[in-house]
């Protein structure tokens, strides 16, 4: 009777283990291949519109910028404002980061990235600190972005490609 009931409670603890273990596999697999959730993707929505009012109303830029949340990144990457030979502008934004801090992707990465992209509209193809030059910075403020940081090193301006991720 002993022997039957540790026997049952071991099964018990090897089935709770294995629930568990499929459980946080199933947590991890489910962020990696799905979309973020919707809250998140609204935020995003309403900060591009917002990025898109302050490009026009104070450079009297129009151009609607594309935005790619993709899930292809380095991890060491946030962002990245891409530039084609076409001319194509594309603003990646590294969904593995949303995961940590979905308040840093939106206030410091998006505006940040929509400033490199805006560089790229005034034709301005500088590589002075990896793209991240004064006239980069004074954007970058007036998109109000968080920390509009030049001393940074990332490698986030990319030239030639446009569907690297
Ligand atoms: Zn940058």
Redesign the pocket.
């Known amino acids: 009777m002993f022997l039957q009931r540790l026997k049952l409670f071991f099964t018990s603890i090897t089935i709770l283990g294995t629930i568990f273990l499929v459980y946080s596999i199933y947590n991890t697999h489910k962020f990696k291949t799905s979309d973020l959730d919707e809250k998140t993707k609204n935020r995003i929505t309403h900060k591009i519109l917002y990025l898109q009012s302050l490009a026009y109303k104070k450079f009297g830029i129009k151009r609607k910028i594309p935005i790619k949340v993709s899930n292809k990144m380095p991890s060491n990457l946030f962002g990245a404002a891409t530039l084609n030979q076409k001319g194509e502008i594309v603003i990646f934004l590294n969904k593995k980061r949303f995961k940590e801090s979905v308040d840093y992707m939106i206030d410091d990465v998006l505006p940040?990235e929509y400033a490199?992209a805006l560089m790229f509209v005034f034709g301005d193809v500088s590589k002075e600190n990896?793209?991240?030059s004064k006239k980069w910075q004074d954007i970058c403020l007036a998109l109000e972005g968080k920390r509009c940081n030049r001393f940074?090193d990332?490698n986030?301006?990319i030239f030639d490609k446009t569907n690297l991720f």
């Open positions: 940040h490199h990896g793209g991240h940074v990332y986030d301006v």
